[in-house]
């Protein structure tokens, strides 16, 4: 279970990794409890993690069906795993628990929050991510300048990320980090509607007479289709010139919160720029 690398790397072994010491309650539930998220983890095994470990009311708010888990929770090479997480505070009521866990080493470390579960067809399976969990995962990820992605490289835009990400009420923030663990394309316009508004930010990458990140995405992928078609570098530097003038970094910004659909007013503008420029 993991936000997607490229904007907020939570590897799937981090948000399950558990070497466990227990807490107060029923001794048995919690070896039970603990073997179960163990098994989440050790080997990474994929199999387990969609269909032994976790609830099916689990998989189907996050992943949808198990088909989409198995895509979203394949090993990944550069994956940091936890080396272990201390439990405590394991609490049993009925056919339902919980038990508050601390993550040791990988991407996360000390990163903290709850576990819910649930018995399911007689064995402890792990139900759902408190939204605690959840947000400290996030702010560890964040925290450090050490990013795949070049874009949170930048400390301005990594900080406005993190706060537009952080700053959202516990249901939704819960829902977009649930939509990134999914890898779903239709979720991920939910992330990119909180934090696209943050690529327009100046960073050191950006400045007097430079693009800003999200503007140097817009152009390498102008740059991209017009090479495709044949398109003379000089044309292409030309069409993104005169765009630079015609659409703003607010009107790119919306075409990101939207999953990359193009408003016929802005394809107006792209052909306007492309007819000057091939005319020259």
């Known amino acids: 279970m993991q936000l997607h690398r490229p904007l907020i790397a939570l590897s799937a072994a981090v948000l399950f990794g558990l070497a466990a010491c ?9 070896e039970d409890i603990t073997s179960a998220v163990k098994r989440g983890v050790v080997g990474q095994d994929v199999k387990a993690r969609c ?13 949808g069906d198990v088909a989409q888990c198995r895509k979203a929770e394949k090993p990944e090479p550069d994956d940091k795993p936890a080396t272990g997480v ?19 080493g990988g991407d996360i470390d000390g990163s903290e929050g709850s576990f ?3 018995k399911e067809g ?35 835009v990594r900080d406005c990320a993190a706060k537009a990400f952080l700053d959202l ?23 990119a509607r909180v934090v696209s508004p943050c ?18 995405k817009f152009e390498q992928g102008v740059a991209r289709s017009a090479g495709k078609d044949g398109v003379p570098q000089a044309t292409i530097a030309c069409i ?34 492309i007819r000057a420029c091939r005319t020259q």
């Open 51 to 63: 269909e032994e470990v976790t609830t099916k009311g689990f998989i189907q708010r996050v992943y």
């Open 122 to 156: 007689g064995d402890w399976r792990i139900d759902d991510l408190g939204v605690d969990l959840l947000r400290s995962q996030v702010k560890r990820a964040l925290s450090s300048g050490d990013q795949e992605s070049a874009v949170l490289r930048d400390p301005k």
């Open 22 to 30: 227990g807490g107060d309650g029923d001794s048995s539930a919690e």
């Open 86 to 104: 201390r439990v405590s505070e394991v609490k049993v009521d009925g056919e339902r628990a919980t038990a508050k866990v601390r993550y040791v």
């Open 240 to 273: 993104n010139r005169r765009l630079r003038s015609s659409i703003s970094d607010r009107e790119i910004e919306q075409i990101a919160a939207s999953g990359g659909k193009v408003t016929p007013e802005l394809k107006g503008k792209a052909t306007t720029a």
């Open 169 to 191: 009420p516990d249901e939704k923030f819960k829902r977009v980090a649930y939509a990134e663990i999914s890898k779903r394309p239709s979720s991920r316009q939910e992330l």
């Open 116 to 118: 819910e579960f649930l």
């Open 199 to 216: 690529l327009s930010k100046t960073g050191s990458a950006s400045g007097p007479g430079r693009a800003s990140f999200l503007r140097q």
